[in-house]
């Protein structure tokens, strides 16, 4: 089966900072099952500043050299196509600021959210790095909120608040404040008065209690059956004027 399309992850910008870990790269193509496509990928990695990256085919990773940018471009050949991305490296000394995307975040219980993590670097250049590796994610708290194994990811478990902190190599750390809530219970907001039929034949009139107390509930229910009623059971006398 031909290849669509084919996914650099974690990022095709990725910000590699020297003294730090390698980042390990995944490219996949999606056909009828998972295609890991990465140690072929790499091995016809070309370019634009060979120095400042080594790349292992073993373990698909890409690893700091020298600090600079570095554009690549990958393939891979899938009968008479041929499969390109690219990727831009850069190598940076280290970050001077790091920082969350949000103030705080809100769950319910057992949801699920990736959290998303900036940085400024020593080059005064600003990247996106939630999914970068040499990044660490702790919960105050994991009976409230726990961090699953992915890079960002938090996990509501009960009721409560905590805080979530990254922290990047040199040190320097962010935190966002999580509260995790009682998942939302069903509570309906409409009651059929009266109708049936095929749903998509039907044709609903909503009538809103704006305005009504909880003691006039029983003065709405009269008026929302004499409305309908009026509307929709009340004989009528047609009309037409020429």
Known sequence: MAISYITLLP?????????SPGIAVVCSAQTSGFLDLASSMLATMSKSNPALISVNTTTN?????????????????DGTNTHYLLLRVIVHKSIKALWFGNNQVTLSAFDVCTLSVYAQFDDNSYGYITSHTYLTFKSDDQSIASMPGAPGVIMGLSTGMTKVHVTEPGGLNSQVAVTVQNSPQTNAIAEKIWGDGPIAERRNLLLLAEGFAAADEPVFDQWKKEITNTCFRRSRTVRITC
């Open 11 to 19: 990022s095709a910008d990725l910000h590699l900072l020297m003294g």
């Open 61 to 77: 990773t890409i690893s700091p050299v020298t600090p600079g940018e570095c554009l690549c471009v990958l393939s891979y050949v």
